[in-house]
């Protein structure tokens, strides 16, 4: 959780600095994409769970 929102505050600092550079939109958003693929692993994850245990 302490990873996707430093991850999170990065990238909203660089979208919030008009004068950063290719390189630095570059790195917010690959920390951003691999936070997100992690979030969507572990939705499908537990979906996949709740699906097989019959309902809650």
Request: net charge neutral; proline share 0%; charged share 30%.
């Amino acid at each position: 959780m302490d990873s996707g929102e430093q991850v999170l505050a990065g990238a909203r600092a660089v979208l919030g600095d008009l004068k950063a550079g290719e390189r630095a939109v570059r790195f917010a958003l690959t920390g951003a994409t691999e936070s997100l693929d992690d979030v969507l692993r572990v939705a499908v994850s537990r979906g996949e769970r709740i699906g097989a245990g019959g309902g809650r």
